[in-house]
């Protein structure tokens, strides 16, 4: 089973309000169009959100319809993107997998996503952490075996996976993808 975590839980200090929250459509929030992308196409959805988020949660659950999306509030979220994800990690031990999804990311295309999925599957045996590429340069979402879930619940600080990342090189896979969206993120509203 492969599952995805989307990172959701900053504070948006360059956006100069809550990016999470920012319209990118009629229908779609920045963060309910990176939720509604990877929804389908993985088993189950942890959105990871701040400690203080109950009621931006309860909004989202009438955005997002979706049944396998489930929603879990960081208690160290204030400490960082990688206590973020330690403490998501906790509860991910029934996946073979993890996409990690930053919640910024709503322009990856959907068929970017089933190749990396596809990418993973295909190399399953040899527990890779699987990341996409766009000219050379790495970007979002990467898919990370369970092998590595016991060190992605001791993260901390906000560098995310990136230590794990550079201590397991030779288990790297990459997939090189025409797709901008998994390089760019939303940072100032000028990104939308």
Request: proline share 4%.
């Amino acid at each position: 089973m492969i599952g995805a975590i989307v990172l959701a839980a900053g504070t948006s200090k360059r956006f100069g309000g809550d990016k999470r929250k920012a319209k990118i459509n009629e229908e779609f929030s920045v963060l309910s169009k990176t939720i509604a992308n990877v929804a389908n196409l993985v088993n189950s959805v942890l959105v990871v959100l701040r400690v203080d988020d109950q009621s931006f949660k309860k909004e989202l659950q009438t955005q997002v319809h979706s049944p396998n999306v489930y929603y879990f509030l960081a208690p160290d979220s204030a400490l960082g993107m990688g206590h973020s994800l330690s403490n998501a990690m906790t509860a991910q031990d029934h996946l073979t997998a993890a996409m990690i999804v930053l919640g910024d990311m709503p322009f990856v295309n959907r068929e970017s996503l089933k190749l990396l999925i596809s990418t993973y599957t295909a190399h399953a045996d040899s527990a890779p952490i699987v990341l996409p590429t766009l000219q050379g340069k790495f970007g979002h979402p990467v898919i990370f075996d369970r092998t590595y879930f016991e060190e992605m619940s001791q993260l901390k600080g906000d560098r995310g996976a990136k230590p794990i990342i550079d201590a397991h090189k030779d288990k790297i896979v990459t997939i090189e993808l025409e797709d901008l969206g998994i390089i760019r993120d939303i940072d100032t509203p000028t990104d939308l």
